[in-house]
Each structure stands twice: as structure tokens, then as C-alpha cells.
């Protein structure tokens, strides 16, 4: 009895100070305070719970704005209503530009607060070569007779009676590169110089025709040891959605193809952990990391991609095609981003997210992306093409990108924003041509 005792009122020390946390004065006296103790003898409940139970509740505090209007109330995390996720992400980011950091921050010290780091990845690539093959003029028309003359040459040229002709084309001419994790990297270039390959041949997406040589490995280990597809996210130039879904059902089903990844398992450990140091976490963050690592509840994610990416307005919306008008280009290209922000990769590899947007919003979407990188230490290179000057700021590194090769790699102060123009651009590449062959 007497042990029991002494472990409630632990307990209740710990909750007044979380709930204080949350800005509730003392002003409501002892009505707070036995709300307090409610709410604390709920999270006392919980965690005695079995794991698998444990990681499927949370408290969950009423109200749009924390520790208003009573009591929290224990709640299932996977029965979450409408209402219920909208005051939960409301009470955590209530703008996205000016909470987003700190809700990140919340995140970040959660899990620093028992000795858990964020896993990054370093993606480098060694004497990368990109080569096509294609055929080129008449013969690369698709009519009935090419396709079978085609056909036949393939089998003689397989036999090496007589050449293919298929023209090589070099698209990557040996470059070699480091992306490194919690730093925002630019990739520039002008078009046709290979970033979509680049990209692709980072990502391990490159299609199966072409001729890559060349080393391309995640924290030493190659593409060949692990699936990179689960590991990375690259994101289209071209925006390819099922029109007749709505623009929350997109990104709702796009987050349930790519599953909650390493989440859960990284949850279960945190909740281990704090249970063994006797830590009570904000019951907010608590029920958001729930929401988003438990399989099958992909709404808080969703309703949390949508406000940073600013599509709430439309989140109701038909995504729309050629055929049915939909959401504006703009917004399109953000569902496209959306996309894959909402699944578990750490690496990602953007491919021109910022055209057909305004340099306001492309700023605030690679702001949040940046707040991502830089606290829990995500790896990323995005493809822009023209960044306004502030959006260029927001960048630590920059990879040049000419005709196939890499022309300036590194910090980005130590470039001036005039090499950003072609013109420039090509300069350097002479520039550099010229010190490579006096070497
Ligand atoms: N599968 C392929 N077959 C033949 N040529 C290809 C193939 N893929 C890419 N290329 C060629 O490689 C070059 C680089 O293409 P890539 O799409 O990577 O350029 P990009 O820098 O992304 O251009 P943009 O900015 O216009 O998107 C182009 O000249 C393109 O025609
Ligand atoms: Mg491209």
C-alpha cells in the first residue's frame, strides 16, 4: 500500500510540472491541480500497459489550445477523430513559418532527452557513368516496320553480325560526390545537364535500359545491400496523380504505400527508455509520434504535411487531369512534394519542386524542409531551377552541373550568386577545363 502511494505522488510531482510546461498558472487553484492528478494517474495507467497496447494510447487534451477546458482524456490512437487531429496539430503548429521549428525542436529533444540519435545517411558516388543507348532520326520513330527492322538488328547486332545502330549518348560523365546528412544541398543546372539522372541514379530508380557504372553507396554499404527505394524518396519533376482523388486522399494513400518504416521500432525504444527513467512526455508530441508510427493511422501525418505545405485550403479538392479540372499547378506540384514527405525515407531527392510556385511559397517549403534536415539531421539534394536569392541562402552546399559533369561542388558562400547564370556557369567550366589540363 505504502509503495503505491509514494509512486503516485512521484508521479503527480512530475505532472504539474508537464502540465505547467503547457502555461496553466495556478490561478485555477485546486481544480487544476486535481485535473493534474486525473490526468497523471491516466498516464500511470498507460504506461503499465503491454508495449503493443502502450504505442496505441495516448492523453489527449482537449481543446484547440493546451491545457484549456479540463482534464485530458486517454484515447485510442488509431479511433482518432476528425475534430481530435485537427486541435492536436492546431495546438502543435498553429502557423506553420513560425512553429514548425519549435515543434520539430520537441521532437528532436524528446528523443536526445534519453541518449537516441537520429539515424543520417551519407550518400556518396564514386566514377559515376550514366550512357544511353537510343536511336536516333528515322529509325527511332515507332512504326510497324521499325519495330520489327529494330527487333531483327538487335538480334544481329546480340550475334555481333552487324552493328545495332543505337547512337551512344553520354548523359553522367564520371563525377563523383558526397551528400551529406543535416545539410541542404542545391543541385543546379541548366536543362539537359543530367540532374533528373543524377537524382534518379542517387535514389537507385534509374531505368534498367540504361548503362550506369560507377559507385553509388548509403553510409558505405551499396545499392545492392539493402533496399534504397525504402531508404530514399525522390520526387518527381512531373506531376503524376489519379485525378478523381482528393488532394488529403492522395497523400493519405501515398503514406500508407510506404508504411511507418524504422518509427515504430525507434518509438517502442524511446518508451522503453523514458519508462526506465521515469520521464512523462509533452502528451501532445506523444500522441503526434504515436499517430504517425503506428501502421494504418496516416491521418496526422497527412494533416500535418498539408498545413506545412500550406494546402489545407484545398486538402477537400479534386487533385484533377486534363480532362477534370482539379487543384491549381501550383498546388499540384506541392501534392507532389507532399507525396513523399509523408512516408519514413530520411533521404530525400527532389527534382524541381519549386517550378510553376511563387518565390514566397517555394521559400516557406524550403524553409520547412530545412528546419527538417537541419534538426533531425535528414540528407536532401533538391534540384531548383532559378531560386530567388533568399531561397538560395537557405542552401550549405551546391552542386554545379553541367553538360554531365559536376563543375563547382562545395560550400555555397564560397560561390557568388552571378555564377548562377548559364553564361557564368559555363565560364567556370572553362575554367576549371583549363586547370585540369595544366595539371
Ligand atoms: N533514357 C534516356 N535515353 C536517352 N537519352 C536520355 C535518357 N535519359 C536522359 N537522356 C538525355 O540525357 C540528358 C539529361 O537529361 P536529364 O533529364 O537528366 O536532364 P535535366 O538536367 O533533368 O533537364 P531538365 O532541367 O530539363 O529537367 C538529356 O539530353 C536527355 O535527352
Ligand atoms: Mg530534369
Redesign the pocket.
Known amino acids: 500500500m505504502g509503495s503505491s502511494a509514494g509512486g503516485g505522488s512521484g508521479v503527480r510531482r512530475t505532472a504539474s510540472s508537464w502540465r505547467g510546461a503547457s502555461g496553466r498558472s495556478d490561478a485555477f487553484g485546486r481544480s487544476a491541480r486535481e485535473e493534474d492528478d486525473e490526468e497523471a494517474l491516466r498516464w500511470a495507467a498507460i504506461e503499465k500497459l503491454p508495449t503493443y497496447d502502450r504505442m496505441r494510447k495516448g492523453i489527449l487534451l482537449p481543446g484547440a489550445v493546451a491545457g484549456v477546458g479540463g482534464a485530458g482524456q486517454e484515447v485510442d490512437i488509431q479511433g482518432l477523430g476528425l475534430n481530435e487531429r485537427k486541435n492536436l496539430i492546431e495546438r502543435l503548429i498553429r502557423t506553420a513559418e513560425e512553429d514548425n521549428e519549435r515543434f520539430l525542436l520537441k521532437l528532436r529533444d524528446r528523443m536526445e532527452r534519453v541518449g537516441i540519435e537520429n539515424p543520417t545517411i551519407e550518400v556518396r558516388f564514386q566514377n559515376l557513368n550514366?550512357d544511353?543507348?537510343?536511336y536516333v532520326g528515322n529509325r527511332g520513330i515507332p512504326t510497324f516496320i521499325n519495330f520489327f527492322s529494330n527487333k531483327i538488328m538487335n538480334v544481329l547486332s546480340a550475334l555481333r553480325i552487324v552493328s545495332s545502330g543505337k547512337r551512344p549518348?553520354s548523359?553522367?560523365h564520371d563525377i563523383s560526390g558526397i551528400v551529406r546528412p543535416g545539410r541542404m544541398s542545391l543541385l543546379l543546372?541548366?536543362?539537359?545537364?543530367?540532374?533528373?539522372?543524377?537524382?534518379?541514379a542517387l535514389a537507385g530508380k534509374l531505368?534498367s535500359?540504361?548503362k550506369v557504372s560507377g559507385r553509388v553507396t548509403y553510409n558505405g554499404h551499396d545499392m545492392h545491400e539493402f533496399v534504397p527505394q525504402r531508404t530514399s524518396a525522390y520526387i518527381g519533376?512531373h506531376d503524376l496523380h489519379i485525378g478523381e482523388m482528393t488532394v488529403r486522399e492522395t497523400l493519405a494513400f501515398s503514406a500508407r504505400c510506404q508504411g511507418v518504416g524504422t518509427r515504430y521500432d525507434m518509438l517502442t525504444e524511446l518508451s522503453r527508455r523514458e519508462k526506465e527513467a521515469n520521464i512523462k512526455p509533452d502528451p501532445d508530441i506523444d500522441v503526434y509520434m504515436k499517430a504517425i508510427s503506428v501502421e494504418g493511422q496516416e491521418s496526422v501525418i497527412t494533416d500535418y504535411i498539408l498545413k506545412i505545405l500550406g494546402l489545407e485550403i484545398c486538402a477537400d479538392t479534386m487533385v484533377g487531369d486534363g480532362m477534370i479540372r482539379g487543384i491549381s499547378g501550383g498546388q499540384k506540384k506541392r501534392v507532389t512534394t507532399g507525396e513523399m514527405l509523408v512516408g519514413p525515407a530520411k533521404a530525400l531527392f527532389m527534382?524541381?519542386i519549386s517550378t510553376g510556385l511563387d518565390s514566397s511559397t517555394t521559400y516557406q517549403i524550403i524553409n520547412s524542409l530545412r528546419q527538417s534536415v537541419h534538426i533531425l539531421g535528414g540528407t536532401a539534394l533538391i534540384?531548383l531551377?532559378q531560386p530567388a536569392p533568399e531561397t538560395y541562402e537557405l542552401f550549405d552546399d551546391i552542386v554545379l552541373?553541367t553538360e554531365?559533369k559536376i563543375v563547382y561542388q562545395g560550400v555555397l558562400e564560397k560561390v557568388s550568386l552571378s555564377s548562377l547564370r548559364p553564361s557564368d556557369s559555363d565560364a567556370l567550366r572553362g575554367k576549371a577545363l583549363q586547370t585540369s589540363c595544366k595539371k
Open positions: 550514366i544511353a543507348e537510343a549518348i548523359i553522367i543546372g541548366p536543362p539537359g545537364s543530367g540532374k533528373t539522372s543524377l537524382l534518379l531505368d535500359t540504361l519533376q527534382d524541381e534540384a531551377l552541373l554531365g
